[in-house]
């Protein structure tokens, strides 16, 4: 069984499949706590269901684009084998992850989208770096970038990993403390070959989270 916070369908704001519809199963549970975490009403609650009853919720919605997130999803056992199940069934699976948690038992049976905290999260020295070893071509890595410090930090990590030789970079700003335009303009500056992405289901519905 998984504990399940919400699933709901919406437009997928991150990642290289932002824009596109996509289901969301939201499972609950998170060992981090990040200062700017929109997403605390799914630390605790949930409701048990098992791999069967989230697909059945899941085909509802005739949606070929599958997200799993959190929380942090990757503390579930059953994640694996949701997403295996999903892949086999034809779905395009994405699994976000805060990079603490071992990312090899999702093999490539899903997109792994791996968020690697900032400094300014609070987070950051709870990264599990040899996940970075075990991303597929196909896998994306994303920053949430609050300040300057954050993004010179994520500028070189992704030199120290030499990220841009293996998957996608996503920089997202932290707003308001980053605005889209002050991080777009440092992405320019710098040369940087990394993908502004400026969640885009925040501009559609601003003044919602849960279901969004
Ligand atoms: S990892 Fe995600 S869900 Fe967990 S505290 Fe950080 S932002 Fe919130």
């Given amino acids: ?45 949930g409701r048990s269901m098992s791999v069967n009853q989230i697909i059945e919720q899941v085909s509802v919605y005739e949606c070929p684009l599958v997200e799993i997130t959190g929380g942090e999803p990757l503390l579930q056992k059953k994640t694996p084998r ?37 400094p300014g999260s609070g987070e950051h020295e709870k990264t599990d770096w040899s996940n970075i070893q075990k991303l597929h071509e ?10 300057r410090v954050d993004y010179e930090w994520a500028k070189e990590i992704v030199r120290k990993y ?7 970079i996503l920089f997202s700003p932290a707003r308001p403390s980053m605005t889209n ?22 501009w559609i519905w601003p003044h919602e989270t849960e279901g969004r």
Avoid: W
């Fill in 138 to 147: 196909h896998d994306q890595v994303k920053f949430v970038i609050g300040s």
């Fill in 181 to 202: 335009r002050e991080l777009a303009e440092l992405i320019l500056q710098d040369r940087l070959h990394v993908r502004l992405q400026v969640q885009l289901h925040k």
């Fill in 1 to 45: 069984m998984l504990s399940v916070n919400e699933i709901f369908y919406s437009i997928q704001g991150e990642s290289t499949f932002s824009g596109m519809p996509c289901v969301f199963i939201r499972l609950s549970g998170c060992n981090l706590r990040c200062h700017y975490c929109d997403t605390a009403y799914a630390y605790s609650k």
């Fill in 162 to 168: 030499r990220l841009q030789e293996k998957v996608e």
């Fill in 82 to 118: 949701l997403a295996e199940r999903l892949t086999a069934l034809g779905y395009r699976v994405l699994v976000e992850t805060n990079g603490t948690q071992n990312i090899d038992p999702l093999k490539d049976h899903a997109v792994c989208i791996m968020d690697i905290k900032c």
